[in-house]
């Protein structure tokens, strides 16, 4: 699956804007919901809930792909994203900040009737993230908006599991990308996603999917055992390249009948644990499609995962980086 540098990735899922929020645990108290999951709000529980931070939030373009594919575009790769926003200042600002980290614009989507997505993440002085999500505009993506030309560029489509929710227009993103000679991967996004899509799942990664994230709950919903090793096995009977990430325990790994287990990087302090899973799935991606050994794709997978998880935001900061382009250029020669 090794690929040049010059070959284009392309995401596809919701373009969200992040709303990154430090607040205390007394916070969470006042709102509904477990600590640590993801709850869809209308747009007017969104419009309440802002207001109540008790200081101003950190704004930066996220959502699942979209985090995957700013981390390929700052290790070098041309990437897009494909996904729909409304026509309204955080589009503008999602669209300018996707272009300034190296992405190309030529595949957003725009419905002038409706919001822009967006995703607040309350983070509590633990490093913990309680999500709460109106997808605006991204909900609305339909068969319709997939074209040709937007899979033409490409060489590997990375797609977020959330788009299970509608699958008429899954199943026919899955066809398109294949049949624009695509490789595809794609992370299953939640346990609930898998859990509701158990009865088309294996039949679509058998016959579209080359590479699938997940992480322990996900690996579970998918096999009905809880061992992770039992969740390994069960997504590589259907796809030939798998990675079940076991958050501090490492991740297990298998490729074309070859398995690995590969050790997490330790942190000593959690600043925000906020697309960390995505940001590993770019570490693995990118030396997988450079040709990596496997073991040598989860040691620097499992590397940018940790420095994403030591600052605010779905990407390391300027020092995480530099221990990233070293790892990187000892892989490289190896």
């Not at 061992?227 to 259907?238: H, M, R, S």
């Amino acid at each position: 699956m090794a690929m040049t540098d010059h070959s284009r990735i392309l995401g596809v899922g919701s373009p969200l804007m992040d709303i990154l929020a430090p607040v205390p645990e007394s916070f969470l108290e006042g709102i509904s919901g477990a600590k640590g999951g993801m709850q869809w709000l209308e747009p007017e529980e969104m419009a309440a809930l802002i207001p109540q931070l008790p200081e101003e939030p950190h704004r930066a373009p996220g959502g699942s792909a979209a985090n995957t594919v700013c981390v390929l575009a700052q290790l070098g790769w041309p990437v897009a994203l494909l996904g729909k926003m409304g026509r309204d200042a955080d589009g503008e600002a999602y669209k300018k900040a996707f272009v300034a980290l190296g992405g190309v614009e030529d595949s957003f989507k725009y419905d002038a009737t409706r919001h822009t997505g967006r995703c607040l993440s309350l983070i509590t002085p633990d490093g913990e993230r309680t999500m709460r999500t109106d997808l605006g505009a991204a909900m609305f993506m339909e068969k319709e908006d997939l074209l040709p030309e937007d899979f033409e560029p490409c060489n590997h489509v990375h797609i977020e599991g959330y788009g299970l929710f509608n699958r008429d227009y899954f199943h026919f993103l899955l066809k398109s990308a294949k049949e624009a000679g695509c490789t595809v991967s794609i992370d299953m996004a939640s346990f609930e996603v898998v859990r509701d899509s158990l009865d088309i799942l294996p039949e679509l990664l058998t016959d579209y999917v080359d590479m699938v994230f997940a992480n322990e709950e996900e690996a579970e919903a998918f096999s009905g055992n809880a061992d992770p090793e039992a969740g390994l096995k069960a997504l590589a009977a259907c796809s030939p390249v798998v990675a079940v990430k076991l958050g501090a325990e490492g991740a297990l790994l298998h490729a074309q009948g070859e398995q690995c287990r590969v050790d997490a990087v330790p942190v000593a302090q959690l600043v925000d644990t906020t697309g960390a899973g995505d940001c590993w799935a770019a570490g693995f991606l990118h030396g997988y499609l450079k040709g990596w050994p496997l073991e040598n794709c989860g040691r620097f997978a499992s590397l940018v995962g940790a420095e994403t998880v030591r600052c605010l935001g779905a990407s390391p900061g300027a020092e995480g980086w530099e221990r990233i382009r070293a790892l990187e250029s000892e892989l490289n020669k190896q």
